[in-house]
């Protein structure tokens, strides 16, 4: 073991059975839910703007868009984790990318969330 | 444990030789840092689209930006790829086609099946 890898390596969260399920569960639906969306684009596309609006904003298919975006967000975060726990053996070039690929991920997760919430007001 | 200190050493991609397993394993995690790489740029497409016409039109517009449609094109790869080898990494979570024989043979409908449905909806979509 790298000097000072139990630090990263010992959190919680960070390795363990429960990161491992998440990453096949939010697989399962990402899975799923990208099938549904084929399907739907395949048989009526919603490719105007009226059309593509109405499909997010109808109830079902902005809930499941919600949770396919927090799916997306903690598999990639579990992914990209991974990734980097391979191949940067600093701690401090770990924690500093860590921190921006977190960041990125919340940040964009918020972006999402008002994008799927504006199609209500406006 | 004692080791020669003449052993090979390679760090060269070029020469490292991998099995067609291991390629569906790096090209699982090559596409998924695509795949989360493009994950701010498919939230702005998205929140600009669900703004009226204007809005629509001016996703529909960057989308059509040739680098972006390549971008796009690999980013279509890249979901085909993490998708189907990713079913074929659950299947060996149920210890499904673990022997080396079966193992090649899964490995190889994973590309084959990805090759199709690229070819079939990189047509559909982008030409």
């Known amino acids: 073991m790298a000097n000072g890898e139990g630090v990263l390596m010992s959190s919680p969260g960070l390795q363990g059975l429960r990161p491992w399920i998440i990453q096949r569960v939010s697989a399962v639906f990402i899975g799923v839910f990208i099938l549904y969306v084929f399907i739907v684009f395949l048989i009526d596309n919603p490719l105007n703007a009226s059309d593509w609006r109405e499909w997010v904003s109808t109830p079902y298919n902005n809930i499941l868009l919600g949770l396919f975006l927090i799916g997306v967000l903690w598999h990639a975060w579990i992914g990209v984790r991974d990734i980097i726990l391979d191949y940067i053996p600093n701690v401090v070039g770990r924690l500093l990318v860590l921190t921006l690929v977190g ?20 | 444990m004692a080791v020669s200190d003449n052993r090979p050493f390679f760090l060269n991609l070029v020469k490292i030789r991998l099995p067609v397993t291991g390629f569906v394993s790096i090209f699982h995690r090559i596409s998924g840092l695509l795949l989360f790489l493009a994950i701010p740029f498919s939230v702005y497409l998205l929140d600009i689209s669900l703004q009226g016409e204007a809005g629509f039109n001016e996703a529909a517009e960057t989308l059509n930006i040739p680098i972006i449609k390549l971008a796009c094109v690999i980013l279509l790869w890249s979901i ?8 074929r990494f659950l299947l060996t979570d149920f210890d499904i086609g673990l022997e080396k024989q079966q193992a090649t043979l899964y490995a190889w409908i994973v590309f084959i099946l990805e090759a199709i449905l690229f070819i079939w909806l990189t047509v559909k979509v982008f030409l």
């Open chain 1, 103 to 122: 960041c990125t991920l919340i940040g964009s997760g918020l972006w999402g969330f008002k994008a799927l919430f504006m199609v209500f007001i406006k």
């Open chain 2, 80 to 87: 085909l790829h993490h998708l189907i080898a990713g079913i």
